[in-house]
């Protein structure tokens, strides 16, 4: 079982940066590959970038360029740094684990992943 706890959300400008953190408990957090999503008010939850337990990261086309998805494994965290922030970023973000993930075809499939967060709220301001 793997708990997680996502923080770091909060209110900015359009053109700021925040950096969304998600701590895991646990300690195989190393052999889990970890996602982000997203889910806006009236709109699917979508992809935003997954890392692989071997640091491989991918990207959703809207925020690539500008998101960087990390991983300590001694604190058994990921990071989202956000930046360049846009309006149409905002939403309710949700840090996800799994360890059966198949990378290649299914990283960014919600249904992919075991564990979800509870989700941190951000608010992209125009």
């Known amino acids: 079982q793997v708990q997680l706890v996502e923080s770091g959300g909060g209110l900015v400008q359009a053109g700021g940066s925040l950096r969304l953190s998600c701590a895991a408990s646990g300690r195989t957090f190393s052999s889990y590959h970890m996602g982000w999503f997203r889910q806006a008010p009236g709109k699917e939850r979508e992809f935003v970038s997954a890392i692989s337990w071997s640091r491989s990261t991918v990207y959703a086309d809207s925020v690539k360029g500008r998101f960087t998805l990390s991983r300590d494994s001694a ?42 967060g509870q989700g941190t709220q951000v608010t992209v301001s125009s």
């Open 75 to 116: 604190k058994s965290t990921v990071y989202l740094q956000m930046n360049s922030l846009k309006p149409e970023d905002t939403a309710v973000y949700y840090c996800a684990a799994t360890r059966t993930l198949t990378w290649r075809t299914d990283y960014e499939l919600g249904s992919a992943y075991d564990y979800w």
